[in-house]
Each structure stands twice: as C-alpha cells, then as structure tokens.
C-alpha cells in the first residue's frame, strides 16, 4: 500500500472518530459546562491551585497541609457537580473508543489481529 493511501485511511479514521457519538457527546457537555458559571469557575479555581501546588513543588516548595486541604476541597465539589461528572464520564467513554482505536491498529501492526484472522469483529481480542 503506497504512503498516500495510508494517509487516505488516517484521515478517514480522523473523519470517524470526529462524527461519534462519543466526541459529540464531551463537545456538547464541555459547551454546557463553560456556559455553567458555578460548575465552570469550579474546574478553573481547581486547575489554578493543582497548577500553583505543582509549581511549588518543583520550585522545591513545602507543600502545607491547608494547600493540600484546600485541592482536597476542590475535589470533592467538583465530585458533587452533576455536570462536571457527565463531563469526566463522557470523556472516559471517548478515551475508552480511543484506546480500542490504539489497541487495533497495534494488534494489526503485530499481526495479532487482522479481518482474515478474526473473522473482523475482534470477539477473540475482546473488542
């Protein structure tokens, strides 16, 4: 197979992935979240103490029980926010597709799975 079909194929498979359900689905919640001032300032006021703690540990920083606490915290509500959850399921279920994704075009590369070999449903790689 020439080199510009291979990348006929990748975009192709680029196209797929862009129109499934799955990345619809986090596009569509991640719109609902940023348009959600609670939930949104939520996962910003978490990303900025993550990011400032990770800062001064590598600065070399005592990390103090209350910045601990307080990311702690953050956490917690963020686990308590209805729509942030659908956000992390929807993007767990999208990372989930694109490991299968990652886990087939290995097996093929491998030879530990082909549509000859398997029949192309992958029931026996467990897909």
Known sequence: MHRDAIIKLAMDLGSSIAESDELMEVKKLQDQLQADETAF????????????LENQQRAGQNITPQDENHLSILEQQMQNNALIQQVMDAQ??????????YYAMNQSLSGGCSPDGCGGSCSGCGM
Request: aromatic share 10%; proline share 0%; no cysteine.
């Open 92 to 101: 767990d279920r999208f990372n989930n597709l694109m490991q299968a994704v």
């Open 41 to 52: 300032g939520l996962v910003m006021k978490y990303q900025a103490a993550r990011m400032n």
